[in-house]
């Protein structure tokens, strides 16, 4: 794509987004979350984006802004040193007295939201973190590019897995393969998730057990990681002949990111772990199969549920006591995207969504099965981007 | 320490805490941070530690409690499913009614912090992290064991550097070798940092002039990253000859961390690169003598840039257009403790707090030198912990 491509996809992002600060009877939207500033603007400084019902959006970055001036698709970017500019810049601009003001309310910290309220007084501020979200579950052809890169690059990842685990290893041990050898494909070594937690790795490895200990976020598997202060992600256990090793990496080569599970066995597990594992592929094949436009994101989750129980297994189901919730979620520049495949959700299913499929079963005292792949919306159901 | 030495050193930390909640006039307080949650009850897992201003605190949980009640202090734990039923456990153990409670505002999000307010209508919260985070600033006997064997760790990570880095491999190349080595000694590949930060990476490293590149957030050196949504760690650019290296890692094995920087020089670089390294060395050893008891944090701020100004180099001090303001900060539990050494902080220091002090000249174009060490405030000054 040209430069020019690029600033037309830009454009176009942020005209649809214009479109509901206009729905919403908004005077504009002040912006600060850097995947929110990234998918709007190219760059993801520490500032601020304001971006107006019409016409082009204006970013304010504190102190140097070369960087973030090469990046930019909107220039030329604005320098500020404190939050008392950002009126006034806005004033410069003929934004005055603004009455009605959008920013990301899901996310936003009560300190950066009691300095917007004190700089803009007579303001009512909305919450357009869903308008975003929304506009961000279809992907374009370029950012699907990027995704299929990632996917490509985390292909290699869990082949070398596939070659280089055994029995005996511990989970560290096996993380520091996996992670060394996607860092040397270009892995960013950390993962955007929209949200407060910071202590999350960039994956999972839990064998035997761990794939059924308590962590610190609801989520399906997290693994016992190797402290109090950082419950998540491998430990010093071995994995040993008789259990499943789980395998759950995020893959970030670039800005956007793949999410993908792998499960082994050493030697012969319990049988109803090998079951459980077969019956995850069953709902995963399921789910691809019925992900197709038109189907809501609570449909797809009813169905798998609905697979569990047939099976015997919906005790286990994505966690046994406290339940992830959810059997997939959208990915892209973070790894918590829209939708989300749980209970009720009303999100209709539509061409160009990327989603991660996770069906897991969890066994306490055994730990942890199922699979996971990205997939892309098309007309014909959602078809794998992740492999291996 | 044995369980009954461990259960008195978290009893000695919430009566302290507890005396400023009596000092403060409040009815308790509600912890959700996990490093304040891991501080005042040894465990970090997704809930709430109640804090009543007298007696022991009681821990919130979500879903499974096991593994928090395996590592909590204060049992028994206590699981719920939802934010409602914190009122309801409170008024259980007779908390009703309550009119002051203190949390975390620097940090909370206004999503959590309306739902507190929905929570306990009549409420009116103030704020403990102040409290907390200058309790947290001298360190036990515990805590710096703990400590001084993540310095040991990290002195056999830069030991590893010195003999496996030349010139002409990338800096993502490098980085690879360090997270590697460092993953291998135990390091938990992501360091814990107070705030909204999800983007940090574990260290940076930064060849020649991405030493000097703008980044995502205001500190000194950032690097230039991999890509526009994570502008900060290494990027894939070479190091060349007659170009500085700065190798900069946060060291977290096990809870507690260390934060150290080195700057290596490939063939000769240009002098005023060599002539500030020397004095970034003198900077260092004079604000490590001046930290003894007494000194403000401020002042060691102070001291440190007039140095640079009698050296002719206060340009370049902890960076040029947007500059850091401050020469060092606490660590521990997090990366950016209190208390900061910048200027007018009137913190008072006292032996046992642990600094990281890190002068640095940034040069646009050239790059970045400098020096950063973690030591132990003493009677006699700071005494380093890492080596290396």
């Given at each position: 794509?040209?430069?020019e491509?690029f600033?037309?996809e830009?454009?176009?992002?942020?005209e649809?987004?214009?479109?509901?600060l206009k729905?919403?009877?908004l005077?504009g939207?002040l912006?600060?979350q850097?995947?929110?500033?990234?998918?709007?603007?190219g760059t993801?400084?520490?500032?601020h984006?304001?971006?107006?019902?019409?016409?082009?959006?204006?970013?304010?970055?504190?102190g140097?802004?070369?960087?973030?001036?090469?990046?930019?698709?909107?220039?030329?970017v604005?320098?500020i040193?404190?939050?008392?500019?950002i009126?006034?810049?806005l004033?410069?601009?003929g934004?005055?007295g603004?009455k009605?003001l959008?920013?990301?309310?899901d996310?936003?910290?009560?300190?950066?939201?009691?300095?917007?309220?004190?700089?803009?007084p007579?303001?009512?501020w909305?919450?357009?973190s869903?308008?975003l979200?929304?506009?961000?579950?279809?992907?374009?052809?370029?950012e699907?590019?990027?995704?299929?890169?990632?996917a490509s690059?985390h292909?290699?990842?869990?082949?070398y897995?596939?070659?280089?685990?055994?029995p005996?290893?511990t989970?560290?041990e096996?993380?520091v393969?996996v992670?060394?050898y996607a860092?040397?494909?270009?892995?960013?070594g950390?993962v955007?998730?929209?949200?407060?937690?910071q202590?999350?790795?960039?994956g999972?490895?839990?064998?035997?057990?761990?794939g059924?200990?308590?962590?610190g976020?609801?989520?399906?598997?997290g693994?016992?990681g190797l402290s109090?202060l950082y419950?998540m992600?491998?430990?010093?256990?071995?994995w040993e002949?008789?259990?499943?090793?789980?395998v759950?990496y995020?893959?970030v080569y670039g800005?956007?990111l793949?999410?993908q599970?792998?499960?082994y066995f050493?030697g012969?597990?319990?049988?109803i772990?090998?079951?459980?594992?077969?019956?995850?592929?069953?709902?995963?094949?399921?789910l691809?199969?019925?992900a197709r436009?038109?189907?809501t994101?609570?449909?797809l989750?009813?169905?798998?549920v609905?697979?569990?129980r047939q099976?015997?297994?919906?005790?286990y189901?994505?966690?046994w006591d406290?339940k992830?919730?959810f059997?997939?979620?959208?990915?892209?520049?973070?790894l918590n995207?829209?939708?989300?495949?749980a209970?009720?959700q009303?999100?209709?299913?539509?061409?160009g969504?990327?989603l991660?499929?996770?069906?897991?079963?969890?066994f306490?005292?055994q730990g942890?099965?199922?699979?996971e792949d990205t997939?892309?919306?098309t007309?014909e159901g959602?078809?794998p981007l992740?492999?291996?």
């Amino acid at each position: 794509m040209g430069k020019e491509g690029f600033k037309e996809e830009y454009r176009l992002r942020v005209e649809l987004f214009q479109k509901r600060l206009k729905e919403k009877e908004l005077e504009g939207a002040l912006i600060f979350q850097p995947a929110d500033l990234f998918y709007l603007a190219g760059t993801s400084p520490e500032g601020h984006l304001f971006v107006p019902p019409e016409g082009e959006p204006r970013l304010l970055v504190y102190g140097e802004v070369e960087r973030a001036q090469e990046e930019a698709v909107w220039n030329p970017v604005v320098p500020i040193s404190s939050f008392k500019e950002i009126p006034l810049s806005l004033a410069d601009w003929g934004f005055k007295g603004l009455k009605r003001l959008g920013t990301e309310m899901d996310i936003i910290s009560l300190k950066l939201f009691s300095r917007y309220q004190a700089l803009f007084p007579d303001c009512q501020w909305e919450d357009i973190s869903p308008d975003l979200r929304t506009l961000r579950m279809v992907k374009s052809a370029s950012e699907l590019e990027a995704i299929r890169y990632s996917a490509s690059q985390h292909a290699k990842v869990f082949q070398y897995i596939r070659e280089h685990i055994r029995p005996g290893m511990t989970e560290l041990e096996i993380a520091v393969e996996v992670e060394t050898y996607a860092r040397r494909l270009g892995h960013q070594g950390r993962v955007r998730f929209r949200g407060q937690e910071q202590g999350l790795p960039i994956g999972v490895v839990a064998a035997g057990p761990n794939g059924a200990c308590g962590i610190g976020v609801p989520w399906t598997i997290g693994g016992r990681g190797l402290s109090g202060l950082y419950p998540m992600g491998a430990s010093t256990r071995r994995w040993e002949t008789g259990e499943p090793l789980l395998v759950d990496y995020a893959g970030v080569y670039g800005d956007y990111l793949v999410d993908q599970t792998r499960v082994y066995f050493a030697g012969q597990v319990d049988r109803i772990l090998e079951r459980a594992q077969a019956v995850a592929y069953e709902i995963a094949c399921s789910l691809a199969e019925a992900a197709r436009p038109g189907t809501t994101a609570g449909e797809l989750y009813a169905l798998a549920v609905k697979q569990a129980r047939q099976a015997g297994l919906a005790d286990y189901f994505m966690g046994w006591d406290r339940k992830a919730g959810f059997v997939g979620h959208g990915v892209g520049l973070e790894l918590n995207e829209w939708p989300v495949l749980a209970p009720g959700q009303e999100t209709v299913l539509e061409p160009g969504m990327v989603l991660a499929i996770e069906p897991k079963f969890v066994f306490p005292g055994q730990g942890a099965v199922g699979v996971e792949d990205t997939y892309l919306v098309t007309q014909e159901g959602a078809k794998p981007l992740t492999q291996g």
